[in-house]
Each structure stands twice: as C-alpha cells, then as structure tokens.
Nanobody, 125 residues
Framework: QAQLVESGGGLVQSGGSLRLSCAAS????????MGWFRQAPGKEREFVAA???????RYADSVKGRFTISRDNAKTTVYLQMNSLKPEDTADYYC???????????????????WGQGTQVTVSS
C-alpha cells in the first residue's frame, strides 16, 4: 500500500513558476508509474504528466514545454516543475501511483491505484 503526500502548491502570477513534490511511502516505489493530474472547479480530473517506472515520460499537450516531471527513487519522491504558468493552469493538483508495472504509461485516472490529497495551484492574471 502506498501513501502519497503532495506539497508546493500556492498562489503565483501568470508567467511564474512552482515546483510540486509528492512524497510516497512504499518499498517498491521504483516500480510504480507516478502521475500528476489536476482538477479545476466544475471540470473533470485531467492528466498532466506521468513518469513510467522505466523513466519514460508523457505530458498532456497543454503543458508540453512548460512542465517537467521527474522522480528520485532514492527519496521516493516525484516532482512537477511548472514554468510559464497561465491562469488556465489553476486547479487542484493530485499525485497518483500506478503500481502494476504495466509496459505502457498510464494516463487515465482509473488506471491509478493510489492518490494524494491534492495541493491547490492558483495562477493570477
């Protein structure tokens, strides 16, 4: 069983940067695909980025070139560096773990097994 705790959210001006962190418990963190999702008020939860246990990475088109996902297996932590933030990036951001070591990068919320509590990101214009 994995427990995930996000941190790093906050209020930032348009064009600014934030770095989210997600600390995970679990002895086999290196075998998990770790993902970031976000949910804005009144909208469905959407995929942002994921880093596979093989280190392959996938991004949503809306964040490509602005966001960078990374992981530190020794610290069992995954990061999301968010640059050039826009007001439309405003949402609650969730870290998630897919623990079944699939040979592909999971991008649907229902493919993930464990979720953090979320951290709020607000980008002002």
């Amino acid at each position: 069983q994995a427990q995930l705790v996000e941190s790093g959210g906050g209020l930032v001006q348009s064009g600014g940067s934030l770095r989210l962190s997600c600390a995970a418990s679990g002895r086999t963190f290196s075998s998990y695909t770790m993902g970031w999702f976000r949910q804005a008020p009144g909208k469905e939860r959407e995929f942002v980025a994921a880093i596979h246990w093989s280190s392959a990475i996938r991004y949503a088109d809306s964040v490509k070139g602005r966001f960078t996902i990374s992981r530190d297996n020794a610290k069992t932590t995954v990061y999301l560096q968010m640059n050039s933030l826009k007001p439309e990036d405003t949402a609650d951001y969730y870290c998630a773990a897919a623990i079944h070591s699939m040979p592909y990068i999971e991008v649907r919320p229902d493919e993930y097994d464990y979720w953090g509590q979320g951290t709020q990101v607000t980008v002002s214009s």
